[in-house]
Every structure is written in structure tokens, then in C-alpha cells.
T-cell receptor
């Protein structure tokens, strides 16, 4: 069975702090995809990244970076120098090997960044 | 990514009534999905809607409660039937793009 665990329910930081959101997954598929989405207070889900299970290279996009470690089944997300606009709920998700496979979402981590 | 809109954006309904939520995409897409997000919870897939065929429902969701239409490649509706307060949620549609699913802005439903 597929499962995504985001153990951190809520995190509060002060602006400019770095913060890491944890994501641990379970799957029996040898090929799979991992995702991160952001849900700001407006409610819309914003796609941030997709990672293939065969690509363990870390990804950096501006202040965002992702660390994929197959050995620990983790796909963690770090925001460097956080800003108030980063306040949102962040969801980690998992799918099977096909683009048409459904997304399995974690329970989300609410990040609050205070000025 | 596709531009997705949903109507209504929010609504307050009385128990026992039904609400139809519309999802419009600015380009033709093969697969559309409907999700439910209960207060403070994660997203749960209700069903997958392909044009020209009946929707495929996930375990725990039935067509009588959540009938779905998919008349063409840019449009779908989800009806929440015979509503109860437990149906109070955000309902989101999504479409399958090249990389992933892209989501609409959601419909916030409160059932009194």
C-alpha cells in the first residue's frame, strides 16, 4: 500500500529562518513519483516539484530545495530565509509509475512565518 | 499549465439539498479528477472523470451521492447530493498535465 507521512502538523518560524518540512513515504513500486504542493490561505493547490524515484539528485529552485533519499524513503523540503508569503500548508504526495496514477497525499504541514 | 476555474467559489447550503460544482479548463484535457478536503485534513480523491465514459469512484464514494458529468474535454461537474454537515469541505477539481495534476481554486462548501 502507498502511504505518505508528514509528521509535522504545524511549524512556526520567524522571517529569515530556514525551515525543513519532512516527508516520509511507503510504496511497493520500484518506479514512482514524489511531489510537493503548496496551499496558501486562498485554498488553491500550487504545484512545486515532481521527482522521479530514479533521480536522487537534490533540487534547488531559488529559496526552495528538496532532498530525496531513497535509503530512508524521505523527500524533505527546505525553505531558506523564509518569508511571510511562505505561510501556507504544504503537502507531500506520492504516485505510481504512470502519469495517470492517482496522487496519495500526506496530511500536510502548516507553516507559519512571522515577521 | 492549464488555467482551471471553479464555480461557485463558496456556498452555504441547507442539509438535504444538493449543490452542483462546475470545473472549467482553458484547454482540452483527457483526465479530470475531483477531490474532497475536509476541514484541516488532507485531500482525498473522490473520482476520476474521463470524457465519454462514466466516472470511476474511489472506495467510500458512490455515484448516487456524488454524481459527476464530463460532457466534453474542457468541462466537468460534481454534484453533492442530499447534503449533511459532514459534507462541509473544500471540493477541488484537477486536470492531468504533462508533469502532474494541476488544481483548480476549490469550492468551499458549508452545510448547515
Amino acid at each position: 500500500a502507498q502511504k505518505v507521512t508528514q509528521a509535522q502538523t504545524e511549524i512556526s518560524v520567524v522571517e529569515k529562518e530556514d525551515v525543513t518540512l519532512d516527508c516520509v513515504y511507503e510504496t511497493r513500486d520500484t518506479t514512482y513519483y514524489l511531489f510537493w504542493y503548496k496551499q496558501p490561505p486562498s485554498g488553491e493547490l500550487v504545484f512545486l516539484i515532481r521527482r522521479n524515484s530514479f533521480d536522487e539528485q537534490n533540487e534547488i529552485s531559488g529559496r526552495y530545495s528538496w532532498n530525496f533519499q531513497k535509503s530512508t524513503s524521505s523527500f524533505n523540503f527546505t525553505i531558506t530565509a523564509s518569508q511571510v508569503v511562505d505561510s501556507a500548508v504544504y503537502f507531500c504526495a506520492l504516485s505510481g509509475p504512470y502519469n495517470t496514477d492517482k496522487l496519495i497525499f500526506g496530511t500536510g504541514t502548516r507553516l507559519q512565518v512571522f515577521p | 499549465s492549464a488555467v482551471i476555474s471553479q464555480k461557485p467559489s463558496r456556498d452555504i447550503c441547507q442539509r438535504g439539498t444538493s449543490l452542483t460544482i462546475q470545473c472549467q479548463v482553458d484547454s482540452q484535457v483527457t483526465m479530470m479528477f475531483w477531490y474532497r478536503q475536509q476541514p484541516g485534513q488532507s485531500l482525498t480523491l473522490i473520482a476520476t472523470a474521463n470524457q465519454g465514459s462514466e466516472a470511476t469512484y474511489e472506495s467510500g464514494f458512490v455515484i448516487d451521492k456524488f454524481p459527476i458529468s464530463r460532457p466534453n474535454l474542457t468541462f466537468s461537474t460534481l454534484t453533492v447530493s442530499n447534503m449533511s454537515p459532514e459534507d462541509s469541505s473544500i471540493y477541488l477539481c484537477s486536470v492531468l498535465g504533462e508533469e502532474t495534476q494541476y488544481f483548480g481554486p476549490g469550492t468551499r462548501l458549508l452545510v448547515l
